[in-house]
């Protein structure tokens, strides 16, 4: 006997197509919106181009958790709901193919996506975040190399600060150049100069700025009056300032893994509050992956529309009812990490009353003749319709008449 049948390889067909576009399309608009504001901070930090595609590729983790959920229930949805309106489900049923014979391949899938989410939420987002924002920090601290920008006044330390009035070819040809240095015993360095020129030396924290056609002024407390000094070629060190270690990982719940969170939750040498917060955290990652379970039933309930109808109110409760509870989840995550409540009521007593429904909402389709868990809502959106159909049929023959 086949594992998988010629029924299962076609319902595996109908449901990876929206499945995966959903995804795909999901993670392209998250990816987009992300990169342009990505593009806006990296140029005001004056840092490299290239630092944007790795801050957007370790938000992918992420975005990818997102949406994995979203795409199993479109993905089991849509598929379903191709084979009510097309008959082809109640084919399978006449040939006794019953629901939950049918759900054998969208298990399959959620099964899969739900330890490939796992693995996401609980190992590989959290060290994917860390690294976003130790880049973040690089970037703002000028350890990517981040460019003076020019017709600005930078500050290279605390004591010297940089004009540029133009750069050309990447920075290699620089002009108008300003320059104002000082040291610890109060000796002043003012500089300027037609053109320059940034050179590497043996010592990682010293770089030469060579400048070509200027003037230089050297005062000192010391002096009577400044030293003027006009020269064709003059090398100035620059010291580079100290760079700050970036935070160890775990500056945040969101930073740690699974197993990271077990060991703070019950480290009796945390504060109440910390603890408080790796144990809401954990039960919020795991009741949102172990609720990919009951996605199968949910789009199931929700895909097949009443008889001589091809209405698509399922999809948008669907939709409707996984964001809502995302969203309790959340704020049952805010309660227990301040210790309101404890976060296996917040977050757990959701989980079982969200479960309940939708297994009765399938039972509804299932089990029942003829039964609609939204039917309900099926008959007041198709009441709905009507009165807004016939709206728009009046104002158009009104238009006509005015003609």
Do not use: C
Not at 34 to 55: I, N, T, Y
Not at 56 to 81: C, D, H, K, M, T
Not at 203 to 212: A, E, K, V
């Amino acid at each position: 006997m086949k594992f998988l049948t010629s029924t299962d390889r076609y319902i595996a067909r109908l449901i990876a197509v929206p499945l995966f576009s959903t995804l795909v399309i999901a993670a392209m608009l998250l990816v987009l919106e992300k990169m342009l504001r990505l593009f806006d901070f990296v140029a005001a930090e004056g840092g490299p181009v290239s630092v944007v595609w790795r801050m957007l590729a370790n938000l992918i983790p992420e975005y990818l958790s997102l949406g994995i959920p979203i795409g199993l229930l479109l993905g089991i949805l849509l598929a379903f709901r191709k084979l009510a309106l097309s008959s082809e489900l109640d084919v399978f049923r006449a040939v006794g193919q019953g629901y939950g014979r049918l759900l054998k391949v969208p298990y399959m899938f959620a099964v899969g996506l739900m330890l490939v989410n796992l693995a996401l939420v609980g190992f590989i987002q959290p060290l994917s975040r860390y690294y976003y924002e130790e880049l973040r920090f690089e970037l703002r601290s000028g350890a990517l190399g981040a460019s003076i920008k020019v017709g600005e006044f930078t500050k290279l330390g605390s004591k010297m600060t940089m004009r540029i009035e133009e750069s050309r070819d990447n920075g290699t040809k620089l002009s108008g150049m300003f320059v104002r240095a000082e040291n610890k015993s109060g000796q002043i360095v003012s500089v300027t100069a037609e053109g320059g020129q940034f050179l590497a030396t043996d010592d990682p924290d010293t770089i030469i700025l060579r400048l070509s056609q200027g003037v230089l002024i050297h005062d000192a407390p010391d002096y009577e009056k400044p030293r003027i000094l006009s020269f064709s070629s003059h090398d100035l060190p620059i010291d580079l300032p100290d760079i700050e270690a970036f935070r160890s990982r775990g500056g945040a719940d969101l930073e740690y893994t699974i197993p990271e969170l077990v060991r703070v939750g019950l480290d009796k040498d945390r504060s109440v509050t910390e603890r408080n917060q790796s144990r809401a955290n954990f039960h919020f990652r795991i009741v949102e992956v172990v609720m990919m379970l009951l996605m199968p039933l949910l789009a199931l309930a929700l895909a097949i529309p009443p008889k001589r109808s091809n209405s698509a109110l399922g999809v948008f409760v669907s939709i409707v009812m996984i964001v809502t509870y995302h969203k309790i989840n959340q704020y049952g995550e805010d309660l227990g990490a301040l210790g309101i409540v404890d976060p296996i009521i917040a977050l757990w007593v959701p989980f079982l009353l969200f479960g309940g429904l939708i297994i009765w909402m399938y039972h509804m389709v299932a089990h029942v003749p003829g039964g609609q868990p939204i039917g309900a809502l099926e008959k007041a959106f198709s009441k709905f319709g009507g009165v807004f159909k016939s709206i728009l049929n009046f104002n158009r023959k009104r238009a006509n008449v005015r003609e």
